[in-house]
């Protein structure tokens, strides 16, 4: 296996096109062009078609058919196009078409900036569009797992037949470090998708459709939905934990867990055990992995780049039995090590809530 040095946009290009990507949709927005640039020069080497459509808009529904003809597609976009993908992606997920959709997050709302962001979190998760609806959501925090994700997401998103969000954000996206370039293997096996609309050759019609005018039949598809979601639930929830005997923990994901791990090392300078519980999966988020460490640990820290999205998540699964702390940043500031540092020591020293 090849390892090289890559930035992220391009490694989880790179990631697609092995994970055998067939056609990209897209329209350019900073922080996440490479990705786009990437695929423009490489995909239809690979044999793949890349198309630059007129807008956002216009790239999500572009998805939407190319998912229904069955063969993996992809959109990329940031903030502001990612919120004008909404009602498309409300569309594929309740139509049950499988996608890829990267969102390499930047500073918000409105406009906001180019700068790294972590304040997707509830669009990604609670579902930015219209209706009761799910997106697997993963959270890479390296090069690599920008790489290694996107080859599952594409696994996952036909396992499933589910949208998939890869959320990362500016700095990820932006940074460079080194990829070993794994070949792909299918996470479950490929099944020949049925389903889709090919043609027809001696076979009834395939028929994709969001629209249920019947309200008992929309009723019955959104409980077919939620039962497919509760069987992602329950075996799709990904997390690391660093330091399983932690007195106090960490809850971060993507580029806050990086910081996370240099204040733990800090911490550890003055004799305090802190760990990490890195989300993997954002959706499906891992609920009993954190209410598991409610009684061992002190409290819990949580840090994103954002003004506090994630942290009503880990409360929700601590239940008030213990502390949950905040530390945040907005508008395209990066959290600093030692300033999370100082603020966790006056927390566990002082005892401030």
Do not use: C
């Amino acid at each position: 296996m090849e390892t090289v040095l890559m930035k992220g946009n391009e490694a989880l290009a790179e990631a697609a096109i092995r994970a055998g990507l067939n056609v990209y949709f897209g329209y350019p927005i900073t922080p996440q062009n490479e990705v786009g640039e990437y695929l423009a020069k490489h995909l239809p080497r690979a044999g793949g078609t890349f198309l630059q459509a007129e807008s956002e808009v216009a790239a999500i529904n572009m998805v939407y058919g190319a998912a229904g003809a069955g063969v993996r597609t992809m959109t990329s976009s940031s903030g502001p196009g990612i919120s004008l993908m909404q009602e498309g992606i409300s569309y594929l997920a309740a139509a049950e078409l499988p996608a890829v959709i990267v969102n390499m997050m930047r500073g918000g709302p409105g406009l906001g900036g180019i700068q790294p962001s972590q304040s997707d979190y509830f669009q990604a998760t609670k579902g930015g569009g219209h209706g009761d609806y799910r997106l697997i959501v993963l959270a890479p925090s390296s090069v690599q797992e920008l790489y290694d994700h996107t080859m599952l997401a594409f696994d996952l998103a036909d396992h499933y037949r589910n949208p998939v969000m890869v959320l990362g954000d500016g700095l990820l996206g932006q940074m460079m470090e080194s990829v070993t370039l794994k070949p792909y293997i299918p996470a479950f096996p490929l099944e020949e998708k049925t389903w889709a609309t090919r043609g027809r050759k001696n076979r009834k019609p395939n028929i994709i459709n969001s629209l249920y005018l019947d309200p008992e039949k929309l009723f019955s598809h959104n409980q077919k939905l939620f039962k497919k979601y509760q069987v992602i639930a329950e075996k799709e929830v990904r997390v690391e934990v660093i330091n399983e005997e932690a007195e106090f923990f960490f809850v971060a994901y993507g580029s806050s867990a990086r910081f996370s791990l240099k204040v733990i090392e800090l911490l550890k300078e003055k004799g305090i055990n802190a760990g990490l519980i890195r989300p993997i999966t954002l959706w499906p988020f891992p609920y009993t992995v954190i209410a598991e460490k409610v009684n061992q640990s002190k409290g819990f820290m949580v840090v994103e780049m954002s003004m506090g999205q994630m942290v009503e998540d880990v409360e929700r699964a601590v239940k008030g039995q213990k502390p949950v702390y905040f530390y945040g940043t907005a508008g395209g500031i990066v959290p600093s090590p030692q300033k999370i540092f100082r603020r966790t020591l006056e927390i566990l020293e002082g005892g401030q809530e």
